[in-house]
């Protein structure tokens, strides 16, 4: 397919997808505003139901945890991750018409810079390219200044005081890790587990022009799982150990190759390609969550991120990836190993201690510092605070505490700086029977936006030059219509009987009587409405519908009686349309 083509569906997409209510730009009354967008009925239940797809894979089948935090969050938890100093863009204004652009992205899209280069690039080489390539603005071909580097977090103040900075997080990861310690004691002080949150997430970017693809508001699914490393099997591997993931690794994005190299899951891991069992698992299953949302394997693969790409907490990081007919490969879902780095960065800058207990199985008898805390100098130096100041000192990893004292003359912990004279620390010969350490990390995140977005363009079909939207049979935001042939003759009234017993029976259901039954049907299909029953003059005297498939068109006849035991069984995957009844004609 042409650029044409390819603008032409998505074009189609997103027309069909505003005139069918969607989703639409937000705000279009005053102008609308970039990088947001409302989602009206039908969107609604479909995002719903994607999300729902995720809570079935990991919480229901894997038994991990969900929890839900504040989208406001204090700075001083984006100081401790390092997402305020990391957390940031390169971008450009234009001289002219005062417009902002990202400027790698200018790069990629008019001087055909690689993402891989233009990322690397720093902003004096990003300035260069941009004037050795003629770069201008694309709004009205003005010349721009130097770049500079934009941080992408939303900045408010909490409550009336000046100094309360607060953030719109970017992700909601960092909601779980400051809360590790109840949610460990919650999963009984054992490790492994995991914990998901969906929920809303801001990012100021710069210049959103991909639709649901780059948003400022969106939706995100942050799964944390935490895991002894020096215990990583993942038991539950061998669910997955077969299944073939199309990976695009490093070494072949170093040589601009596009060249991608399928492997097992088992072999993946046996060759250290991906270095975490979890993580390979989680990728699996991000795999089969795009196939049940109606993406074929060869739409999808892996990228390995390359040194500059990772984010500055990740050990190693993949993207999943899946090919839309407007911009090519598109993220879906990351994958890092973050390590131990968010548990310590918090622990550090709180003065929590989130390391956890694990018992050897025989006590080793070894030679240690011990760190004593010396109240008579505590006392004089914290006053009222001496107590606190010597429970987080026995906390502390008398080895950690020895070396800052040595090179750097003072140990910081929490917000209070202990000094030599402060601790004594001596070399003391004990029975160890276990040891205390912070856990590791694997983090898949997906886009739920990005996924709707993906299922929606997958979803579109023209057949015979109608349009219909051919969700999975899961995922789609009305379950059943219900059309009476005629509203006349106690049609319709046989009709809202129908739709009133599906409805009560826990299904998602639809009434159309207006039009022609061939124009309900068009509209059905539009929606992506799976089935259509349609109640006509031999429904009165034998009680039977008409049953009609939304893909093959195809209609079978059953007794109402037993259309909830039926449809239920047929949303679950149970039963296949032919299983619904008597195959007509048609």
């Known amino acids: 397919m042409d650029d044409s083509g390819k603008e032409s569906k998505f074009t189609a997409v997103n027309e069909l997808a505003k005139r069918r209510g969607f989703f639409w730009n937000s705000y279009e009354i005053y102008g609308g505003a970039g990088g947001f967008v409302t989602y009206g009925p039908l969107g609604t239940r479909l995002k719903q139901n994607i999300e729902n797809k995720l809570r079935e894979l990991f919480v229901?089948?894997?038994?991990?945890?969900e929890m839900e935090s504040s989208a406001i969050t204090p700075g001083k938890v984006f100081e401790a991750s390092g997402h305020v100093d990391h957390f940031k863009e390169p971008m450009v204004e234009c001289v002219k018409c005062n417009k902002r652009f990202r400027a790698d992205h200018l790069l990629e899209e008019y001087a055909k810079i690689s993402s891989t280069e233009a990322e690397k690039m720093s902003l004096n080489e990003i300035h260069e390219a941009l004037e050795?390539?003629?770069?201008?603005?694309?709004?009205?071909?003005?010349?721009?200044?130097?770049?500079?580097?934009?941080?992408?977090?939303?900045?408010?103040?909490?409550?009336?005081?000046?100094?309360?900075?607060?953030?719109?997080?970017?992700?909601?990861?960092?909601?779980?890790?400051?809360?590790?310690?109840?949610?460990?004691?919650?999963?009984?002080?054992?490790?492994?587990f995991g914990v998901i949150q969906i929920g809303h997430a801001l990012r100021n970017e710069i210049s959103p022009r991909q639709g649901l693809i780059r948003l400022r508001e969106f939706t995100i699914a942050d799964l944390e799982f935490f895991f002894d490393p020096e215990e990583p099997q993942c038991h539950l591997l061998r669910q997955v150990e077969?299944?073939?993931?199309?990976?695009?690794?490093?070494?072949?994005?170093?040589?601009?190759s596009e060249e991608t190299v399928e492997l097992t899951v088992k072999d993946a891991v046996a060759k250290r390609i991906i270095r975490a069992e979890w993580?390979?698992?989680?990728?699996?299953?991000?795999?089969?969550?795009?196939?049940?949302?109606g993406v074929p394997a060869e739409k999808q693969r892996f990228i390995e991120k390359l040194p500059w790409e990772k984010a500055h907490y990740s050990s190693q990081s993949f993207d999943q990836e899946v090919y839309v007919d407007r911009w090519g490969w598109v993220?879906?879902?990351?994958?890092?190993?973050?390590?131990?780095?968010?548990?310590?960065?918090?622990m550090k800058a709180s003065g929590a201690d989130m390391r956890v207990y694990k018992e050897y199985a025989t006590p080793v008898e070894k030679e240690q510092l011990a760190v004593k805390p010396v109240m008579a100098k505590l006392g004089p130096a914290f006053k009222k605070e001496a107590g606190k100041v010597a429970e987080l000192l026995?906390?502390?990893?008398?080895?950690?505490?020895?070396?800052?004292?040595?090179?750097?003359?003072?140990?910081?912990?929490?917000?209070?700086?202990?000094?030599?004279?402060?601790?004594?620390?001596?070399?003391?010969k004990t029975v160890v029977r276990g040891s205390r350490f912070v856990p590791h990390v694997v983090e898949p995140s997906f886009g739920s936006d990005r996924l709707f977005y993906v299922a929606l363009e997958y979803a579109y079909r023209v057949k015979d030059g109608r349009v219909l939207l051919s969700f999975p049979r899961d995922i789609a935001p009305v379950q059943v219509g219900v059309y009476p042939l005629m509203s006349k003759d106690g049609l319709a009234d046989k009709a809202n009987e129908v739709r009133k017993l599906l409805a009560e029976s826990g299904l998602m259901v639809e009434f159309d009587e207006a039009g022609s039954i061939g124009r309900r049907y068009a509209r059905a299909d539009e929606a992506g409405i799976p089935l259509g029953i349609?109640?006509?003059?031999?429904?009165?005297?034998?009680?039977?519908?008409?049953i009609r498939d939304r893909d093959s068109w195809q209609q079978v006849r059953?007794?109402?009686?037993?259309?909830?035991?039926?449809?239920?069984?047929?949303?679950?995957?149970?039963?296949?349309?032919?299983?619904l009844g008597t195959l007509l004609r048609v």
């Open 60 to 65: 229901k089948q894997t038994g991990i945890f």
């Open 534 to 546: 349609t109640i006509d003059y031999e429904t009165l005297s034998d009680g039977t519908v008409t």
């Open 394 to 428: 026995s906390k502390a990893d008398p080895e950690e505490v020895a070396a800052s004292l040595k090179k750097n003359g003072h140990y910081t912990v929490g917000n209070y700086r202990v000094l030599p004279e402060h601790v004594d620390i001596s070399l003391q």
């Open 331 to 346: 993220e879906v879902s990351g994958h890092a190993y973050r390590t131990d780095y968010d548990l310590t960065c918090h």
């Open 132 to 192: 050795k390539n003629g770069v201008t603005c694309p709004d009205c071909g003005g010349t721009f200044n130097a770049p500079q580097q934009f941080l992408t977090m939303f900045v408010t103040t909490i409550g009336p005081y000046a100094g309360a900075t607060g953030y719109g997080r970017p992700e909601a990861a960092q909601g779980i890790f400051v809360e590790f310690n109840r949610l460990y004691a919650m999963a009984r002080e054992k490790l492994p």
């Open 242 to 256: 077969n299944e073939t993931l199309r990976i695009l690794l490093a070494e072949n994005r170093l040589k601009d």
């Open 279 to 293: 993580q390979a698992f989680f990728m699996a299953m991000a795999k089969k969550l795009l196939t049940e949302l």
């Open 558 to 579: 059953s007794p109402i009686k037993d259309l909830p035991e039926l449809l239920h069984k047929y949303f679950q995957g149970k039963l296949d349309f032919e299983d």
